[in-house]
């Protein structure tokens, strides 16, 4: 097969890294894949991954320039499927791929755009002037994450007979260390980042904006320090809060820890090196995910695999993705992701059931073999329908 690829971003995210994941995993079953992205990080990316790729950047939400060298692009490589992935790629390459005569035409926007944190009058423009009629006229499947993406899906608009449930995957062995290993890991990290060994430890990783609910995470956190002061001053000298990575709020992020007075207390990395991501989680005690909306939860099953205990915001999609061994709070609660955080550190001796039952889970569900498998079985199936 001939697949492209298409993306408005280079930035990292859940988006760009499924993309990364599926040009690795089809160049290996021997398929000829092409990638049409912005210049930045994931663009080195998916060229060491075996894509070819070409620099593209959509400026309008209906770009005629793009849509005029997509066209001729397909054609000349001879492209079987096209793969869209977010709603400007989605609505310029549907444009693109119909001059040009393909066939095949998968599309993902892959947080229900329903769920974006715009004003209710964007998402309507986004949802029954773009991406509904857009996806229902000229796409052959639209892919959902879960069964919450789908349904979502289903009440914006996009017919159901369009939909494919398919999960993310992650590469297991990637966050696999033997326990020589982990401490090994545990002790680097916690050296670079100045935490003491003694240290108990709440933490993220992840992109800093608007949805990932990272203010709040602080926010609980200077709530869970003063109540662990007025029980035991001890205890919380022993805390600490970690946020990885960076992003377009990061220095309002810093802003906010110091507002609280609590800006000794939480580590700020920015953006980190990709080959440290699993270095990182063996220094955290807990990973929280206190995400606003969420396509799927990408670094979710990362923390699972790594077996950490886990508390994230009962989102429909995380609490399908995470299961009943991950503690839930109130999306957008304070208050209660505070005390969720306190309960879970007053039992921190007794979570190895939960830690289990994470890894377990990950290793039923979410491999990246399976992400592959499923792919290519749909790219085939559509092909061999077209056919008919």
């Known amino acids: 097969m001939n697949i492209l690829y298409t993306i408005n971003s280079t930035n990292r995210g859940g988006a760009e ?7 690795e995993g089809m160049v290996q079953r021997g398929h000829k894949v092409y990638v049409w992205c912005p210049e930045g990080e994931f663009f080195d990316i998916y060229k060491t991954k075996g894509a070819h790729v070409t620099k593209a950047k959509i400026y309008l939400d209906i770009d005629p320039i793009y849509i005029f060298k997509l066209t001729k692009f397909l054609i ?4 079987d499927i096209v793969h869209a992935h977010e709603l400007k790629a989605v609505i310029n390459t549907l444009f693109a791929a119909n001059a040009a005569g393909v066939r095949i035409k998968v599309t ?3 947080t229900p755009i329903s769920e974006w944190q715009i004003s209710e009058l964007k998402k ?3 949802i029954h002037l773009f991406n509904t009629p857009f996806v229902n006229m000229f796409s052959t499947r639209e892919i959902a994450l879960t069964e919450t993406r789908r349904v979502a899906k289903i009440k914006e608009g996009i017919y159901e007979a369009k939909l494919e449930i398919i999960p993310n995957g992650i590469k297991i062995e990637d966050f696999t260390f033997d ?3 982990a401490a090994q890991y545990k002790k680097e990290m916690r050296a670079r980042y100045e935490i003491n060994d003694t240290d108990f430890v709440f933490g993220s990783l992840g992109r ?5 609910g990272t203010a709040d995470l602080i926010a609980a956190f200077a709530k869970l320090l003063t109540k662990l002061e007025q029980i035991n001053s001890i205890e919380r000298d022993n805390l600490k809060l970690f946020i990885g990575g960076g992003g377009v709020l990061y220095e309002q992020m810093k802003k906010l820890a110091k507002s609280l007075n609590i800006e000794d207390k939480v580590i700020f990395t920015g953006i980190y090196r990709d080959e440290d991501k699993a270095k990182l989680f063996n220094l955290l005690d807990v990973f929280v995910f206190p995400s606003l909306a969420e396509g799927f939860g990408f670094v979710l099953i990362e923390a699972m695999a790594m ?4 508390i994230a915001s009962d989102l429909e999609v995380l609490q399908e993705v995470g299961g009943s061994s991950v503690i839930f709070f109130d999306t957008g609660n304070v208050d209660d992701l505070s005390e969720k955080m306190f309960n879970l550190y007053q039992k921190r001796e007794r979570l190895d059931n939960l830690k289990l039952e994470n890894r377990q889970r990950v290793e039923a569900l979410y ?3 399976n992400f592959i498998d499923n792919y290519e079985n749909l790219y085939l199936k559509l092909l061999e329908e077209d056919k008919r």
Do not use: F, G, R
């Not at 890294?17 to 599926?22: G, P």
């Not at 000349?76 to 492209?79: E, G, L, N, P």
């Not at 077996?307 to 886990?310: A, C, E, F, N, T």
């Open 208 to 212: 800093l904006s608007k949805e990932k």
């Open 17 to 23: 890294q499924h993309v990364a994941d599926l040009v």
């Open 76 to 79: 000349v490589k001879k492209i």
């Open 179 to 181: 326990t020589y290993l």
């Open 307 to 310: 077996s950490l205990p886990i």
């Open 367 to 369: 491999t990246m073999s």
């Open 108 to 110: 993902h926007s892959h």
């Open 124 to 126: 309507a423009i986004n």
